[in-house]
């Protein structure tokens, strides 16, 4: 038999996710989209039921969704997703708020604004609140816009990490759409900012991105306090005993 030649001994096969990676991907995404709400219970037997998998990846997803900070174990009562608190969303506010205005400032005269149109139309059209599937377009496509600016500034760790804050604040947005009526408002925000990052003006861009974010801060904070929407949605302040 002739020896394999050094092309296919040295041929490696392409990673591919494992199962509980897969599960994990889900899992996490999920959680995001609300689909397990903040602070509901549940166990190894219901995800496994629910994602039609056995119990061992189920373990590897929940293992790595508790690293991170998703999901808190109790013992010999399953796993609870992590509430979302005034502090969390205030942190969140803040660390955009310290990226996002930067990034339009160094956007400007560089982003793809026939892009960003398109998905601030994506953003206009709003979404079927109740529809898991339409509110996850649209928190996508807005999610979309934003990163989009981070990549036009040009600085590729700036992207990354306005991605992973973006990917966390998901949770919020979704729950948020309880009260839509308010968030379609700032679609004059989405506009005005195009127009700077167009016109190359990165002191307006840099102004406008920053009034967003204090606008769209002040519209979640009032949602968290008198929605009685987002109560039943196990959000609120963290406990005094727990400070």
Request: net charge positive.
């Amino acid at each position: 038999m002739a020896p394999r030649s050094a092309t296919a001994n040295n041929r490696k096969r392409p990673d591919r996710p494992s199962l509980g990676e897969k599960i994990y991907a889900r899992f996490k995404d999920d959680i995001f989209a609300c689909v397990f709400a903040p602070g509901e219970s549940c166990t190894e037997s219901q995800l496994a039921e629910f994602y039609g998998v056995s119990k061992a990846p189920i373990r590897w997803a929940l293992a790595a969704v508790s690293r991170e900070g998703l999901v808190t174990a109790r013992p010999r009562k399953g796993y609870t997703v992590a509430p979302v608190t005034i502090e969390s969303v205030d942190d969140v506010f803040g660390v955009r708020l310290i990226i996002e205005p930067a990034a339009a400032r160094l956007a400007a005269g560089h982003a793809d604004i026939e892009l960003l149109k398109a998905l601030q139309a994506k953003v206009s059209k709003g979404c079927t609140v109740g529809d898991r599937r339409s509110e996850r377009r649209w928190v996508e496509a807005n999610n979309a816009f934003h990163i989009e600016i981070t990549r036009a500034a040009g600085n590729d760790r700036l992207t990354r990490i306005a991605t992973a804050v973006l990917e966390e604040s998901q949770r919020i947005t979704h729950i948020l759409i309880s009260v839509f009526d308010r968030v379609r408002s700032m679609g004059q925000d989405h506009r005005d900012l195009i127009d700077a990052l167009a016109r190359a003006d990165g002191d307006r861009a840099e102004r406008v991105a920053r009034e967003h974010l204090e606008h769209s801060r002040r519209i979640v904070m009032d949602a968290l306090m008198g929605s009685a929407a987002v109560l039943r949605a196990n959000i609120g302040e963290r406990s005094a005993t727990a400070s």
